[in-house]
């Protein structure tokens, strides 16, 4: 049982930052990997960036690699993804994705790896 809240999208313009958030609940022993994802207009769902639980381990597209920090912050239960220079091609629904793991350093990439998901924010940058 794992629930999924994503929060902070909005309206931007190119070269703005943006942090969104995913709050997460679930029974205290489950540990979750984790991942952003997004999906804009006629395209399929892309992977965005993964962290594991211990928070150690990170992956990124490359779309974003280098301008994005994913983290997370287990005493408020909350996953982050900061995006800065934004651009017309970030525009796109986020969801924050989640599974179950053993291990702490473990993490995941493709969207049949997460079997829970969120409802999605929207991100749209002017330019």
């Known amino acids: 049982q794992v629930q999924l809240v994503e929060s902070g999208g909005g309206l931007v313009q190119a070269g703005d930052s943006l942090r969104l958030s995913c709050t997460h609940s679930?029974?205290?022993?489950?540990?979750?990997?984790m991942g952003w994802f997004r999906q804009a207009p006629g395209k399929e769902r892309e992977f965005v960036a993964a962290?594991?639980?211990?928070?150690?381990?990170?992956y990124y597209a490359d779309s974003v690699k280098g301008r994005s920090i994913i983290s997370r912050e287990h005493t408020k239960n909350t996953m982050y993804l900061q995006m800065n220079a934004l651009s017309p091609e970030d525009t796109a629904v986020y969801y924050c994705?989640?599974?179950?793991?053993?291990?702490?350093?473990?993490?995941?990439?493709?969207?049949?790896?997460?079997?829970?998901w969120g409802q999605g924010t929207q991100v749209i940058v002017s330019s």
């Open positions: 994705a989640a599974r179950i793991v053993r291990r702490e350093t473990t993490y995941y990439f493709a969207t049949d790896d997460y079997p829970y």
């Open positions: 679930g029974h205290t022993p489950d540990t979750y990997a």
């Open positions: 962290i594991s639980w211990s928070g150690t381990s990170t």
